[in-house]
């Protein structure tokens, strides 16, 4: 139930801790955390993979410990204090002309912040449930306590909002990422199909994300890992194969555009940030071709 920012502050907190006891940790337990992170919840998130790469990076330093623990620090800051500028140029973005009708999907702290945030220009916000998970019924009850008017509807209907049969431009789509390259995104399957839809009928789309979620093209894989079976049929039958992939690549389209904490941001230019991330050798190594593919 929670996004991708609020589970890579779960680990980096968890990791201060471990290092805080075990401060000169040797190579061979720094690769065992990195493991363990790599194979934990929110793996296939961009904040946990950037995380897990510290890691390795401070098995290369002279000073392992102090370094993982700067590294966490920066990057716990990061995770806490990006998020409140995205939401600060959110609000300024969407102008006091007239008040704006939302629509949102699954769920995204930084989204869920953003709104509560602007709440004063906002009209309305729409979300589906976000199935299987649920995690649109903690998107509505959030909005809907810091007293934003909510309509929860199914997930299969969220994507008529955008159609010839409605004003295009009386919604704004707003959704998170749990990856961003300089190509598209990966979030919640069928966030592509809502921005595909925004774009044929005109709406906007906006993605609100962080540098924390930039990451190296196929960085990261969609594999089993991101599957729920048990989420849609606990006891299926036999004979019966129950996928419930929960991830999957969104396309960037001419008419979606990109809000970070920086402004906004091109395709170009996220390839230009991308590129300036250091990355551990080890993360090729470490990283199993069954959860991963190699990074080019």
Not at 249 to 269: C, D, K, N, V, Y
Request: hydrophobic residues 45%.
């Amino acid at each position: 139930m929670s996004g991708a920012a609020e589970l890579a502050l779960c680990a980096v907190r968890s990791v201060e801790a471990w290092v805080h006891r075990n401060p000169r940790p040797s190579d061979a337990e720094l690769i065992g955390v990195a493991r363990r992170i790599l194979w934990g919840k929110g793996s296939l998130m961009a904040p946990t993979y950037h995380l897990m790469n510290f890691v390795l990076l401070a098995a290369d330093a002279s000073w392992p410990g102090n370094f993982l623990s700067k590294s966490c620090a920066r990057f716990r800051a990061q995770l806490l204090g990006n998020p409140k500028k995205i939401a600060d140029r959110f609000y300024l973005a969407l102008g006091r002309r007239r008040k704006t009708e939302v629509i949102t999907y699954s769920y995204s702290s930084t989204v869920v912040k953003a709104l509560i945030h602007a709440r004063r220009r906002i009209k309305g916000v729409t979300c589906s449930e976000g199935r299987p998970g649920m995690e649109g019924r903690k998107t509505a009850a959030m909005l809907a306590k810091a007293g934003i008017r909510v309509t929860l509807v199914s997930d299969i209907n969220l994507p008529l909002f955008f159609g010839p049969h409605e004003d295009p431009f009386g919604y704004l789509l707003v959704v998170g990422a749990d990856q961003v390259n300089g190509g598209g995104i990966v979030n919640k399957v069928g966030t592509e199909l809502l921005l595909e839809r925004a774009h044929r009928f005109g709406a906007p789309a906006w993605i609100l994300a962080d540098s924390a979620k930039f990451v190296p093209s196929r960085a990261l894989h969609l594999s089993g890992a991101s599957c729920l079976p048990q989420s849609l049929w606990p006891d299926a039958p036999r004979r019966i194969t129950v996928y419930g992939g929960i991830l999957s690549p969104a396309r960037i389209f001419p008419s979606t555009r990109l809000l970070t904490e920086r402004g906004w941001m091109t395709p170009a230019r996220v390839q230009r940030v991308i590129a300036k991330i250091k990355l551990s050798p080890r993360v090729k190594e470490l990283v199993d071709c069954d959860l991963c593919k190699a990074i080019d």
